[in-house]
């Protein structure tokens, strides 16, 4: 039982800063947290994830870019996006599963609505 609740996004130019976060309740211990994004027709992508001890993977797309973390005591996930370009516009995803990271929507149990991100050029 986890819920999910992102904020922080918004219209922003490029080259700017945004740090999206997503609050979850229910306990989530041992469970990896990610970010996904979806563009207007395209598919849902991931982004970053990280487990429960701290390991993150990104998407090629965002390395060097983007940053995740988590507060554990917060039950909080973030996600640092610096250098934002109008290519990473897209609403962003909040998902949790039990276990390891993995880069497939199908294995995430546990979705938020969304945040959208939209940068100008």
């Known amino acids: 039982q986890v819920q999910l609740v992102e904020s922080g996004g918004g219209l922003v130019q490029a080259g700017d800063s945004l740090r999206l976060s997503c609050a979850a309740s229910?306990?989530?211990?041992?469970?990896?947290m990610a970010w996904f994004a979806q563009a207007p027709g395209k598919e849902r992508d991931l982004v970053a994830a990280?487990?429960?001890?701290?390991?993150?993977l990104y998407s090629d797309s965002v390395k060097g870019r983007f940053t995740i973390s988590r507060d554990n005591a917060k039950n909080t996930v973030y996600l640092q996006m610096n250098s934002l370009k109008p290519e990473d516009t897209a609403v962003y995803y909040c998902?949790?599963?039990?276990?390891?990271?993995?880069?497939?929507?199908?294995?995430?149990?546990?979705w938020g609505q969304g945040t959208q991100v939209t940068v100008s050029s």
């Open positions: 998902a949790a599963r039990f276990g390891s990271s993995t880069t497939t929507v199908g294995d995430y149990a546990y």
């Open positions: 990280i487990n429960w001890n701290g390991g993150s």
């Open positions: 229910g306990r989530t211990v041992s469970y990896t």
